[in-house]
């Protein structure tokens, strides 16, 4: 089945990316308003089911580097990701029949909309991560064997850079370092690949999820019915299957620091139920583990979402603040993101975590 | 005139280029080895005069960037060079017809060989800077309007990168990136230009001039002939022309930092002559400007080289100690490198000195 994405989807989507954000991904807000901008332009966009994507067509992902919070201060002149498209399809000689975002989570969500309008191609319903993570290595499609590279690399004024790297974390590593050399942020097309490859390698369904996420919480609202309950019945009906409640309470304390880029920290939130322990999740851009004591309630790769208790507003890492009334959720990540090769890559242990993935109960 | 660059030409070639390095570009020493093995295992190397370059030529300038020191430390596998040179070609679909050396001055006289050996093709007499410079920007290449990209970049892992950017600063600011990101060294092709536009934007004559300069130090050694005096008459048969001894004295002082990834630093030397002031060399990985009190004795981008005493063996920066006994040669450069549009780009005001620009005496 095949839907248009069209301006009166994007607050939806933006919510919905929050959450897949799990904290990190980056606010979906800036992103939205460039969506905004190039679907009003010229068109909507049109989201083809990932089992509809046909064997040969030539798919490409795209999405932004770089730290969120220059998103804000460096605002992109919305040209880039077609650049980066661009500058791809002239160094390999091919032509890009479809786009599929790199991250359904955070403002990668938007950004493919963004490079898919001005050039009238369709959005595959699918990602590479099924959520955010910080780094390009942590892809569906780089645990089943595409290769990262050729990758194209756009700035707002126009410079393109193209790599061809050995392995997904070079091009990781590369691709870092010039995004900070451009200022911070950057637009990224990587992960050539065919349509059958597509389907095999692909987080499916992911952009109908954020949407669905973001109607679910906005009826929720409007019809006054608990947004977590709704929430957890909603992704029952999806191959994410489960969301539990893990906890409950108020931001005790919150420390945050930036290391080596990264918005690394702990935030302690106490339980409104008394005489149970407080919780602490570790955040690295995104929220990695959530424990009690010693009990491991959730971890990466499963979402980890804390959530404004009244709305179930997701909130990012950057707005946690002391005293904050919060739920925090737990979903469950689909089977393609939790076999052994797929945990070798954003599992615990990619994160130098010292617990063993377990999925929560 | 067309000669062959052999083996037994590169001792004078390595003394020659750090003589041009002024103190900078690196010691041709490890650019040796590489070259030796590489005419060693494909044969010698065609030198082409720059006037009978043919006008549809594909012309590409090829060298090493990043900081002498990790040369030693990280010796390249010798296949970077070329490496970067198919990547320019696969990405542009054009075929290099001959290479012309970025810089005669330091390592990157003996870059262009082990690249065109390999693939056995000529090297052109000639180079971009006449001498050593610390950025790909500081180009003849550059000064009369050949675009930087698109630059091809190399590491030792076969990870490459090609850049195509607004202007030269752009290409030098984004290549230090990566090649700090590579470790600190990487091969570069650039400046891509057809046989016509090379015979007009380029320092004609500087690969034999470096030949000829080691062979006149050997000679004069050889013979017990003053090195001094048979550089100055060297030079003056070449369009270099005009070389003077402007100070012979002790290292008095030395101050060396590493600042933004540049060697910089002030050397002082005692002179000899009693009741003469002292000479100070400003460096910025170059010897930059040598000031005798307020009196500006040679500037940028003339050459200043700070030479033993006995042997006029050429000191890089690095080797500079205190106590040693030197000669200071100030070697004018060609016309094509002192017009207003050359020293825009690379004269006194491009390395932030206050002095302007002012031939010696």
Not at 243 to 252: D, F, W
């Amino acid at each position: 089945m095949t839907r248009e994405i069209t301006v009166a989807d994007l607050d939806d989507l933006a919510t919905g990316a929050a959450l897949l954000g799990t904290g990190g991904g980056g606010d979906p807000y800036i992103g939205k308003l460039m969506a905004r901008g190039a679907i009003e332009r010229h068109g909507s966009v049109p989201l083809l089911a990932l089992d509809e994507v046909p064997d040969a067509f030539q798919v490409v992902s795209c999405g932004n580097m770089g730290a969120p919070t220059i998103l804000i201060e460096k605002v992109p002149s919305g040209e880039e990701p077609e650049l980066a498209m661009r500058s791809w399809e002239a160094h390999t000689g091919k032509r890009v029949d479809a786009i599929i975002p790199m991250e359904a989570g955070g403002v990668n969500s938007m950004i493919p909309l963004v490079a898919a309008a001005a050039r009238r191609l369709p959005v595959i319903d699918a990602d590479g991560m099924g959520r955010a993570f910080p780094q390009l290595e942590m892809e569906t499609f780089n645990v089943y064997g595409v290769p990262a590279s050729p990758v194209a690399i756009a700035d707002e004024h126009g410079n393109t850079v193209m790599l061809e790297t050995r392995s997904a974390a070079f091009a990781e590593w590369l691709a870092r370092g010039i995004t900070i050399r451009m200022g911070g942020q950057s637009s990224l097309v990587e992960y050539g690949m065919d349509g059958a490859t597509a389907r095999r390698v692909s987080v499916p369904g992911t952009m109908s999820l954020a949407i669905g996420i973001g109607r679910v919480l906005r009826e929720a609202r409007r019809l006054r019915r608990d947004p977590i309950e709704a929430l957890i019945g909603f992704f029952s009906g999806t191959h994410y299957q489960k969301a539990r409640l893990i906890g409950s309470g108020k931001v005790a304390d919150i420390q945050r620091s930036t290391q080596n880029g990264w918005a690394v920290g702990t935030v302690r939130i106490e339980p409104f139920a008394p005489g149970r322990p407080p919780i602490a999740i570790r955040i690295q851009n995104e929220n990695l583990v959530a424990l009690q004591g010693e009990q491991v309630l959730a971890i990466v790769p499963d979402l980890i979402c804390i959530l404004e208790a009244d709305t179930a507003e997701p909130i990012t890492t950057e707005r946690l603040r002391y005293g904050q009334r919060v739920n925090v959720l737990a979903v469950q990540v689909p089977p393609i993101m939790r076999t052994p090769e797929a945990l070798a890559v954003f599992g615990p242990a990619a994160f130098g975590l010292p617990h063993a993935y377990r999925g929560f109960d």
